[in-house]
């Protein structure tokens, strides 16, 4: 029997309609050991593809496909493509969408100049003059711009020097605030490469070098790198909670890690060599020197941790409320705890340095995260809220076989997504009464008992982060979902496309600042070019970033119910 006539025949089995309880629990059996053997089947083929392309990119054939579909000899059949386990689909399915209307323009168009047009051709002899009729036409005008000043030279014989008229505000060097500006602005705001961006100015008539081009876009711009910190700590105190995400750069071929951070108000990216929970502590101090400490906060992570209790006997010996430098502390290690492995000494690491940060009174705290349920996330603030489109992903993976898989997984899919909207209708008038009704509703969704074994998994996994998904039940303000910060990843991943990534400390750093910039500033409603520009040339007409962020989450109330607590 061939998997057609398999899938033919599970159209009829329903264990369901079966009365006899022996044989339908033997059936639902029978049907899950089957659905366990197709996936295991499907997993066997994409690796057998993977194998047969690498072997004919070993010989020098041309390449094969690696999608599902593709035949022997690699070739994708029609419509194949990597599969997709989005659950956004699903969560946008039932939600009504605004009818698209044509938005003006005029209104956000500032015209620069005015001309008029007198000749209209062969008139009548009754036309009569009836003013003008305006048309604005959108143009832009790419031109150099290259002066020659003229700076005043001055000589005093009783000091012995020379005195010269200073150069205007942005013009330091050869190139001018527009040409940096513009330069800025197209690599960081618009993802192009520095190898483009040379033949862009080189044809736009502008006499300049690779390498200077590379200069310009890393090298001497501690202005930004300064207003990117201020950002940072602007943004972490305007609410309790941030987004968190984590995406691969490479730098100088070598894997890193970029975080991801931010709110309704900014976005900032830090490169880190590492993806360990440490290096996350590192990202939410704004990247001080790490400290350690030992408190109950410390003590209560490792016991959750499971940390022998030897060890936290010693530790209790230790001096208590105090931070310790990094030198400092791995010396306490390696001298009271010499014997202590590589794991339980990771875990006080990282213990002492999460208790540290949340002791810290210098610097924002972040009270709750709102992250997907990657490990690394966990321990860091005292509340962890999850995103529900990454849990519905594991819905959106399963690929039962058997027609009577397929309506269990549609119709709890369906319930799954209808209490999702019931969660965004909260967000919107939040009441006690309601919360206490919506814990109800999660309880019995998730104690769901279905034939599908795979699906059951997946409902006890939701189960055993239903603190974490109905955060919002306490916080009102928080999203249900991580959007904000996977699609500020994206931004990443598009430069990581186009450039793979920077070489160098300089270009890293770049990276982080101005990527950060681009992203805070559209979330600003301040045009990233114009904000360039602003600061090359000090002319003082955009305000900090960091102001104006303060200023707008007085507005927002991003911490609405922790204040009310």
């Not at 605030?177 to 044809?203: E, I, T």
């Not at 999460?354 to 995260?369: F, N, T």
């Given at each position: 029997?061939?998997?057609?006539?398999?899938?033919?025949?599970?159209?009829?089995?329903?264990?369901?309609?079966?009365?006899?309880?022996?044989?339908?629990?033997?059936?639902?059996?029978?049907?899950?050991?089957?659905?366990?053997?197709?996936?295991?089947?499907?997993?066997?083929?994409?690796?057998?593809?993977?194998?047969?392309?690498?072997?004919?990119?070993?010989?020098?054939?041309?390449?094969?496909?690696?999608?599902?579909?593709?035949?022997?000899?690699?070739?994708?059949?029609?419509?194949?493509?990597?599969?997709?386990?989005?659950?956004?689909?699903?969560?946008?399915?039932?939600?009504?969408?605004?009818?698209?209307?044509?938005?003006?323009?005029?209104?956000?168009?500032?015209?620069?100049?005015?001309?008029?047009?007198?000749?209209?051709?062969?008139?009548?002899?009754?036309?009569?003059?009836?003013?003008?009729?305006?048309?604005?036409?959108?143009?832009?005008?790419?031109?150099?711009?290259?002066?020659?000043?003229?700076?005043?030279?001055?000589?005093?014989?009783?000091?012995?020097?020379?005195?010269?008229?200073?150069?205007?505000?942005g013009y330091a060097g050869e190139f001018g605030p527009g040409l940096?500006?513009?330069?800025?602005?197209?690599?960081?705001?618009?993802?192009?490469?520095?190898?483009?961006?040379?033949?862009?100015?080189?044809?736009?008539?502008?006499?300049?070098?690779?390498?200077?081009?590379?200069?310009?876009?890393?090298?001497?711009?501690?202005?930004?790198?300064?207003?990117?910190?201020?950002?940072?700590?602007?943004?972490?105190?305007?609410?309790?909670?941030?987004?968190?995400?984590?995406?691969?750069?490479?730098?100088?071929?070598?894997?890193?890690?970029?975080?991801?951070?931010?709110?309704?108000?900014?976005?900032?990216?830090?490169?880190?060599?590492?993806?360990?929970?440490?290096?996350?502590?590192?990202?939410?101090?704004?990247?001080?020197?790490?400290?350690?400490?030992?408190?109950?906060?410390?003590?209560?992570?490792?016991?959750?941790?499971?940390?022998?209790?030897?060890?936290?006997?010693?530790?209790?010996?230790?001096?208590?409320?105090?931070?310790?430098?990094?030198?400092?502390?791995?010396?306490?290690?390696?001298?009271?705890?010499?014997?202590?492995?590589?794991?339980?000494?990771?875990?006080?690491?990282?213990?002492?340095?999460?208790?540290?940060?949340?002791?810290?009174?210098?610097?924002?705290?972040?009270?709750?995260?709102?992250?997907?349920?990657?490990?690394?996330?966990?321990?860091?603030?005292?509340?962890?809220?999850?995103?529900?489109?990454?849990?519905?992903?594991?819905?959106?993976?399963?690929?039962?076989?058997?027609?009577?898989?397929?309506?269990?997984?549609?119709?709890?899919?369906?319930?799954?997504?209808?209490?999702?909207?019931?969660?965004?209708?909260y967000r919107e008038a939040p009441s006690q009464a309601e919360a206490?009704?919506?814990e109800a509703a999660f309880d019995t969704l998730f104690a769901t008992?279905?034939?599908?074994?795979?699906?059951?998994?997946?409902?006890?996994?939701?189960?055993?982060?239903?603190?974490?998904?109905?955060?919002?039940?306490?916080?009102?303000?928080?999203?249900?979902?991580?959007?904000?910060?996977?699609?500020?990843?994206?931004?990443?991943?598009?430069?990581?496309?186009?450039?793979?990534?920077?070489?160098?400390?300089?270009?890293?750093?770049?990276?982080?600042?101005?990527?950060?910039?681009?992203?805070?500033?559209?979330?600003?409603?301040?045009?990233?070019?114009?904000?360039?520009?602003?600061?090359?040339?000090?002319?003082?007409?955009?305000?900090?970033?960091?102001?104006?962020?303060?200023?707008?989450?007085?507005?927002?109330?991003?911490?609405?119910?922790?204040?009310?607590?």
């Amino acid at each position: 029997m061939d998997l057609a006539q398999l899938g033919a025949l599970s159209e009829t089995i329903d264990p369901e309609a079966i009365a006899d309880p022996a044989t339908r629990e033997a059936v639902s059996f029978l049907l899950n050991v089957g659905e366990h053997l197709l996936a295991e089947n499907r997993a066997l083929q994409a690796e057998v593809r993977r194998l047969r392309a690498e072997l004919a990119r070993l010989k020098g054939e041309p390449p094969r496909s690696n999608l599902p579909g593709a035949d022997a000899t690699g070739k994708p059949a029609a419509g194949a493509g990597a599969p997709k386990h989005s659950s956004e689909a699903a969560r946008q399915a039932r939600t009504p969408r605004k009818p698209w209307q044509k938005r003006g323009k005029l209104d956000r168009l500032a015209v620069d100049r005015t001309v008029k047009l007198t000749d209209p051709g062969p008139l009548p002899p009754d036309a009569q003059f009836k003013g003008y009729e305006a048309v604005v036409v959108q143009d832009l005008v790419l031109r150099t711009d290259n002066v020659r000043f003229l700076k005043a030279k001055f000589y005093s014989p009783t000091t012995g020097r020379t005195y010269l008229a200073p150069l205007p505000p942005g013009y330091a060097g050869e190139f001018g605030p527009g040409l940096k500006a513009l330069a800025l602005s197209l690599v960081y705001g618009c993802h192009l490469s520095q190898p483009l961006l040379h033949a862009f100015f080189q044809d736009a008539g502008v006499v300049i070098s690779r390498g200077q081009v590379a200069r310009l876009v890393t090298e001497g711009q501690e202005r930004f790198h300064t207003e990117q910190q201020a950002v940072l700590q602007a943004g972490l105190a305007s609410s309790p909670w941030q987004h968190l995400d984590t995406t691969p750069t490479f730098v100088d071929g070598v894997h890193h890690a970029c975080h991801v951070l931010g709110n309704p108000l900014f976005t900032v990216f830090t490169t880190t060599a590492r993806q360990d929970r440490a290096s996350v502590v590192d990202v939410l101090r704004g990247g001080a020197p790490r400290t350690y400490r030992l408190d109950a906060t410390a003590f209560a992570l490792l016991r959750e941790a499971g940390l022998a209790q030897w060890v936290l006997r010693q530790l209790a010996t230790w001096p208590q409320e105090q931070t310790w430098d990094a030198p400092a502390f791995q010396q306490l290690l390696d001298w009271r705890l010499p014997g202590l492995g590589p794991g339980p000494r990771k875990q006080v690491e990282d213990a002492a340095a999460i208790a540290a940060y949340r002791a810290d009174p210098d610097w924002p705290v972040v009270r709750c995260l709102v992250t997907d349920d990657a490990a690394t996330f966990r321990w860091l603030t005292e509340e962890l809220a999850l995103c529900w489109i990454h849990d519905g992903r594991h819905y959106q993976k399963l690929a039962p076989q058997f027609a009577c898989f397929q309506r269990a997984l549609a119709r709890f899919r369906k319930r799954y997504w209808d209490f999702y909207r019931e969660l965004l209708a909260y967000r919107e008038a939040p009441s006690q009464a309601e919360a206490v009704r919506l814990e109800a509703a999660f309880d019995t969704l998730f104690a769901t008992e279905t034939r599908y074994a795979d699906l059951n998994v997946c409902i006890r996994r939701t189960q055993a982060n239903r603190e974490k998904l109905l955060r919002v039940l306490a916080h009102p303000e928080l999203p249900l979902h991580n959007n904000p910060a996977e699609l500020a990843a994206r931004r990443r991943a598009r430069k990581r496309d186009v450039s793979f990534g920077p070489r160098s400390p300089a270009g890293t750093r770049a990276w982080d600042t101005f990527q950060s910039l681009a992203a805070t500033t559209g979330q600003l409603g301040v045009r990233f070019t114009a904000y360039l520009r602003d600061r090359l040339t000090g002319s003082g007409q955009i305000p900090p970033l960091a102001d104006l962020i303060r200023e707008r989450a007085a507005a927002l109330r991003l911490d609405a119910s922790w204040q009310a607590t």
